[in-house]
């Protein structure tokens, strides 16, 4: 059987408290499942972001999409973790990731090193953390693409998160064609055959689009993407164009064909999406 549909809304702006209260009051009224909060410089920080959610919230999970491990050691994210999971009644969900943004690493005076190096440092985190964390510990995702990180979340995580795109070497996204992910996915599944794990898998929506002209809303993406065809950009899991009848069709073709139940989309686009949210928890 298909595991149920989970939403995710990842919440990139804060202008003030009380805003923020009203904003993750409608992430809630909305039907999204977990609010998430990503980890950039010049964007709201996760954890007190995410305490002051619990405080505007009663149901939603509340979550990190996804810290950039290179920011934090073991002993300072424990604490900042076990902190919040508290505070939160137990609402956290612990997302984690290399990091990938160069210009980040540079502002924070931290060597950016390469995709192993940073892989190395998120393994070593992640070892050292998981016996710091008191019980009950917050379910843990892990984010990413390539082999080694598909086998660390295989390892540890509860949720395997896949971006769904490949990173430049300055960090910019290079969104894969659904064939792509197809394979990704498939290793992803090995790995977690070879650990006896079951994890839920996640994609990231970049953007969605309620439209009754997709070639349309696609071909206004198209010059951001062009190593994509048209073709390519309305099969990509990455990118929800159509009505709302066809938007929640492809999420439900996303789960059958990827496995992904549960879909995360940006702040820009959680509105359109409320909709379709909306459509497929009346099927």
Same mark, same amino acid.
């Given at each position: 059987?298909?595991?149920?549909?989970?939403?995710?809304?990842?919440?990139?702006?804060?202008?003030?408290?009380?805003?923020?209260?009203?904003?993750? $009051?409608?992430?809630?009224?909305?039907?999204?499942?977990?609010?998430?909060?990503?980890?950039?410089?010049?964007?709201?920080?996760?954890?007190?972001?995410?305490?002051?959610?619990?405080?505007?919230?009663?149901?939603?999970?509340?979550?990190?999409?996804?810290?950039?491990?290179?920011?934090? /050691?073991?002993?300072?994210?424990?604490? $900042?973790?076990?902190?919040?999971?508290?505070? %939160?009644?137990?609402?956290?969900?612990?997302?984690?990731?290399?990091?990938? +943004?160069?210009?980040?690493? $540079?502002?924070?005076?931290?060597?950016?090193? %390469?995709?192993?190096?940073?892989?190395?440092?998120?393994?070593?985190?992640? *070892?050292?953390?998981?016996?710091?964390?008191?019980?009950?510990?917050?379910?843990?995702?892990?984010?990413? /693409?390539?082999?080694?990180?598909?086998?660390?979340?295989?390892?540890?995580?509860?949720?395997?998160?896949?971006?769904?795109?490949?990173?430049?070497?300055?960090?910019?996204?290079?969104?894969?064609?659904?064939? #792509?992910?197809?394979?990704?996915?498939?290793?992803?599944?090995?790995?977690?055959?070879?650990?006896? %794990?079951?994890?839920?898998? /996640?994609?990231?929506?970049?953007?969605? +689009?309620?439209? =009754? =002209?997709?070639? *349309?809303?696609?071909?206004?993406?198209?010059?951001? +993407?062009?190593?994509?065809?048209?073709?390519?950009?309305? =099969? #990509?899991?990455?990118?929800?164009?159509?009505?709302?009848?066809?938007?929640?069709?492809?999420?439900?073709? /996303?789960?059958?064909?990827?496995?992904?139940?549960?879909?995360?989309?940006?702040?820009?686009?959680?509105?359109?999406?409320?909709?379709?949210? $909306?459509?497929?928890?009346?099927?």
């Amino acid at each position: 059987m298909a595991r149920e549909f989970r939403f995710g809304g990842a919440l990139l702006e804060a202008d003030s408290g009380e805003g923020w209260a009203k904003k993750c $009051e409608r992430v809630e009224a909305a039907g999204y499942d977990v609010l998430l909060v990503p980890d950039h410089l010049g964007w709201p920080a996760p954890f007190p972001s995410l305490v002051a959610a619990a405080g505007a919230t009663e149901r939603v999970r509340l979550g990190t999409f996804v810290l950039n491990a290179a920011f934090w /050691n073991p002993a300072l994210l424990a604490r $900042e973790v076990a902190t919040t999971q508290q505070l %939160t009644g137990g609402r956290l969900e612990l997302g984690l990731g290399t990091g990938y +943004v160069r210009e980040e690493f $540079e502002r924070a005076g931290l060597d950016y090193g %390469t995709p192993r190096s940073r892989v190395d440092h998120l393994e070593r985190l992640v *070892a050292e953390l998981e016996p710091l964390l008191p019980e009950p510990r917050p379910p843990m995702l892990l984010g990413g /693409n390539g082999d080694r990180m598909l086998r660390l979340a295989a390892r540890h995580a509860g949720v395997v998160a896949f971006t769904g795109a490949r990173h430049d070497t300055d960090g910019a996204l290079r969104l894969l064609t659904a064939e #792509a992910v197809d394979e990704r996915v498939a290793a992803a599944r090995r790995f977690a055959a070879e650990q006896g %794990t079951d994890p839920e898998f /996640n994609i990231l929506v970049q953007r969605v +689009v309620v439209t =009754d =002209d997709r070639e *349309a809303a696609a071909a206004e993406v198209a010059p951001r +993407v062009p190593h994509l065809s048209m073709e390519q950009l309305l =099969d #990509a899991p990455t990118l929800l164009f159509g009505t709302v009848a066809q938007i929640a069709a492809q999420v439900r073709a /996303n789960r059958e064909r990827f496995g992904f139940s549960y879909v995360t989309v940006l702040e820009p686009s959680m509105e359109a999406f409320a909709q379709v949210i $909306e459509e497929l928890r009346a099927c």
